[in-house]
């Protein structure tokens, strides 16, 4: 079983690597995610590899047009001229697919996530974009969806995922030692990536 | 009889004045001859004329209907309960006298989170109940106390169909056949499984779901054959009816609803009874160049079949995109109902609803079979409620419109030319791009797929409806393959009434109808009529209603755990009590746009998975005062009362399913 796990997480490995080639090779921007594991070396257990600690610098990854009207603005002509209307509804708010105005999101909210969503598609129905759009195309349309106002800011990476909300109480116990990076895998999020310009 | 009578206790007494008292029954028209009966006290509805009650009441219009196949009796073959689509059962144990006793006798939740549309079918002493996605298909066993579960059928559709529907991921039901349970998975596949083990026998490929093509509609059997279409008028599909071969699951043909007249199976023995529809390739000329390719005409309502003919008759989607600006011309065969034969799928006649539909205005409803004494004369027609709010009786051997009367709230039509068939469109109603326009009925016209009955002792059509409006804002949309080809940005609102369901008894003879009860909330169920005189409908804001079927007087009402868009079913059990059953969970077309739904006042329900069975009392194998084991637990032997059923009712015999039904109606 262990070994049928290990083939599994090597062939997700090299697929996430391949994907990332696919992307730099197609004139990816320069906020492309890093899908590089950190190495623990062959004999590390599974858990340390499937742990959250190996998916902060990915999910940490910003929008580079974070926060510019433009771009949203752009982003608005892509959602409009994609037909992402009929499933997300002209406001956003949802009909065949998800509402991308609330804070639910079923593949995550951090931009990246959102990027994701959009390049590769999702199983529920989501086409993947990545053959008709650029990344760059793809950043602007989630520049847009981030106008909403239901999406994570990059800087919410570890909190996103685990529901956090602004203003909730946090009991000392509540980390644990889980979200403790391991020394010198993780770059803290204000070093992730700068966006252009 | 004041409703008084009808209750047990002074609390549900009140209960039902408080229920009665929001809302009103309305006599809206009753022709010399329908006479309807309707009630008084809290009910505010005229005093009935009095008449003598030994002259049995006699059928409004002299329908008369042809119930093949519905041998043996007391069973739920297919959604429709038979070929032409009366929905009607013979079943008499309910009726005016007990229904008001009816309880909930035992309930089965199916696990899943969509609208809930199908009936569940009765064969054998099986109860077989389909859900949305994933298209699980349980078999439950009626014969055992708690109606345990023979077996699950797990289909296994993929979820990208999930995405891809427009209106919620629903499956509208199940066809019986040969032995096989029939239906359709959301990913454009039809599945056969054997109604004893619960294996799949066969499973066909019909669609591509990546390109937004679903399927969601009950699949329909004349004989050795299966009809089934797709769904994704929103989705730029191009739509289809396809005939399987009933034991091998092999299409035999499949008749397109735009392009050449060889795809549309327009042959030498068409013959379109109105000439505008009349001429060669009529599917690739009434469009711009191309446009037919994506052109919807998607078929997932209902079919009906007369074994006179040998026809069956069905209906086909919106055109596509929904921008009518970008696609001048009628749009043909969209919107439009055709006549084939059963065995060669080759069309006898086809009369298009809408002409270059506007506003989303499917031809997809039920149509409903029978002769009707029209004129002098004895007519075969087929009765159908359009989505464009107009209802229709169409001779269904020629597809002559015999007359077509509005039902519903609309102002999108000045009315239907009976010389050339045609709708004259009110030239302001028409939208253009970028230009909000309100307009009624809505999107889903003034009423959706929910299958209307009608019962041959009233000779009534009983339906619900919406009383909605839209205001719409076209915008013109591309083409992109897996993408929505849609542009239409609409939400809807009530139309003047500040109802905006209602439940109708119609007189197709005289395009009117005799009584309806508007509904606060949205009514989107399909309706039961039985021999007992009682229609059964609901609404989705959850309550289920049974009604006399003369008078529309609301003999017995049940709130249930969620909204109700599915259609009630009724059998005779093992136990040869008769039961009806409804599965309640909101969803469907009814959710699409939550944020700016019909009414403020009543939130939209929380979805639901629940089966309820009613019975007279509740009394069924599943419930007891003193039932302690359920057999087949190992426990049969501990001593003390284990009835394996409670008694039927005291009136059991008098309403047995062979006697005559009791002769009850007009009454002083």
Redesign the interface.
């Known amino acids: 079983m262990n070994m049928r796990l290990t083939h599994l997480l090597a062939a997700l490995v090299s697929a996430a690597l391949a994907c990332a080639a696919y992307a730099d090779s197609h004139g990816g921007t320069q906020a492309k995610p890093q899908a590089t594991p950190p190495d623990h070396g062959s004999t590390a257990p599974l858990g340390q590899r499937a742990g959250t600690g190996d998916s902060a610098k990915v999910l940490s990854t910003p929008n580079p047009y974070e926060g510019s009207k433009q771009a949203a603005r752009d982003g608005q002509q892509i959602y409009?001229?994609?037909?992402?209307?009929?499933?997300h509804?002209?406001?956003g708010?949802?009909?065949?697919?998800p509402d991308l105005t609330d804070t639910r999101w079923r593949y995550g909210g951090l931009p990246i996530q959102i990027f994701d969503s959009i390049h590769d598609g999702?199983?529920?129905?989501?086409?993947s974009w990545k053959d008709?759009l650029t990344d760059d195309q793809i950043w602007k349309l989630v520049t847009y969806v981030e106008s909403f106002g239901g999406s994570f800011p990059a800087s919410d990476w570890q909190h996103a995922p685990q529901g956090d909300t602004k203003g909730e109480n946090e009991s000392p116990e509540a980390n644990g030692q889980f979200l403790t990076p391991v020394p010198g895998t993780v770059p803290p999020p204000s070093q992730a990536t700068k966006p252009p310009q | 009889m004041p409703p008084s009578i009808l209750l047990h206790t002074p609390h549900a007494r009140r209960r039902l004045v408080a229920f009665l008292s929001s809302f009103l029954i309305v006599l809206i028209t009753a022709s010399a001859q329908a006479a309807p009966a309707p009630g008084e006290g809290v009910n505010p509805i005229p005093a009935p004329a009095p008449t003598s009650v030994s002259i049995p009441h006699k059928s409004v219009t002299g329908a008369t209907l042809n119930f093949a196949p519905n041998e043996p009796h007391g069973q739920w073959l297919s959604e429709a309960h038979d070929w032409a689509n009366t929905r009607y059962s013979d079943l008499n144990q309910i009726n005016e006298s007990n229904v008001a006793r009816l309880k909930i006798a035992w309930t089965f939740s199916n696990n899943t989170k969509y609208g809930q549309e199908a009936a569940p079918l009765v064969v054998d002493g099986t109860m077989y109940i389909v859900t949305p996605w994933p298209d699980d298909l349980y078999a439950l066993d009626l014969t055992q106390p708690g109606n345990p579960i023979k077996w699950k059928f797990e289909a296994n559709p993929s979820p990208m169909g999930i995405g891809k529907a427009c209106c919620d991921v629903v499956v509208r039901g199940l066809a019986f056949a040969d032995g096989l349970i029939i239906y359709n998975l959301l990913d454009d596949h039809t599945v056969a499984v054997n109604a004893k083990t619960g294996k799949q026998v066969w499973r066909t490929k019909l669609g591509n779901v990546q390109s937004g093509e679903t399927m969601t509609m009950s699949p329909f059997v004349v004989k050795d054959k299966v009809y089934v279409g797709d769904s994704g008028g929103e989705m730029g599909v191009r739509g289809w009816l396809a005939c399987l071969d009933v034991k091998t699951g092999k299409e035999l043909w499949r008749a397109y609803a735009t392009g050449s007249d060889k795809d549309v199976k327009l042959g030498p023995d068409f013959h379109p009874y109105y000439k505008w529809m009349q001429g060669k390739d009529l599917g690739i000329s009434s469009w711009p160049t191309d446009m037919w390719k994506h052109g919807a005409g998607a078929s997932w309502g209902w079919v009906s079949y007369d074994p006179e003919t040998n026809l069956i008759f069905y209906g086909t989607s919106n055109p596509g995109p929904r921008v009518p600006m970008q696609r001048p011309g009628d749009n043909l065969w969209t919107s439009t109902i055709f006549a084939r034969d059963a065995d060669t799928g080759e069309a006898k006649w086809a009369y298009q609803f809408t002409p270059h539909d506007q506003w989303d205005y499917d031809g997809v409803n039920e149509n409903l079979l029978m002769d009707l004494p029209w004129q002098g004369k004895t007519r075969k027609v087929l009765m159908h409620f359009d989505r464009n709010a107009f209802a229709y009786v169409i001779d269904r051997t020629t597809g002559e419109v015999l007359s077509a009367q509005p039902f519903a709230y609309q102002n999108w039509s000045s009315g239907v030319d009976l010389k050339t068939g045609r709708p004259a469109v009110i030239p302001k109603m028409q939208p253009k791009p970028n230009i909000p326009l309100k307009v009624c009925p809505p999107d889903i016209g003034g009423k959706d797929w929910q299958p209307a009955a009608v019962s041959p002792r009233t000779g009534l059509v009983y339906a619900d409806h919406f009383n909605l409006c839209m205001q719409v804002t076209d915008k013109v949309v591309g083409y992109i393959p897996s993408t929505p080809y849609d542009g239409m940005d609409m939400g809807r609102y009530p139309a003047p009434g500040g109802n905006i369901g209602e439940f109708m008894a119609w007189n197709p003879l005289t395009g009117k109808k005799v009584w309806a009860i508007p509904e606060k909330y949205l009514t989107m169920s399909g309706v039961l009529a039985t021999a007992g005189d009682v229609v059964f409908y609901g609404t989705a804001d959850g309550w289920f209603r049974a009604v006399d079927a003369w008078s529309g007087k609301v003999l017995w009402s049940q709130k249930l755990g969620s909204g109700i868009v599915g259609q009630p079913m009724t059998y005779l059990g093992p136990d040869g009590r008769q039961y009806i059953a409804i599965t309640a969970g909101v969803g469907g077309a009814s959710k699409v746009r939550a944020d700016v739904r019909h009414i403020k006042e009543i939130q939209f329900p929380a979805g639901g998975d629940t089966t309820y069975v009613f019975s007279v009392d509740g009394a069924s194998n599943s419930s007891s005062n003193s039932m302690m084991v359920t057999p087949g637990q190992g426990v049969e032997t501990i001593p003390g009362p284990n009835p394996p059923s409670s008694p039927p009712p005291p009136d059991y015999d008098k309403h047995k399913a062979t006697a005559p039904p009791p002769a009850r109606r007009p009454q002083p």
Do not use: F, H, I, V
Not at chain 1, 82 to 87: E, F
Not at chain 1, 93 to 97: D, P
Not at chain 1, 122 to 127: I, V
């Open positions: 409009l001229a994609m037909n992402c209307t009929t499933c509804a002209y406001d708010s949802g009909n065949q697919g999702r199983p529920q129905g989501m086409p008709k």
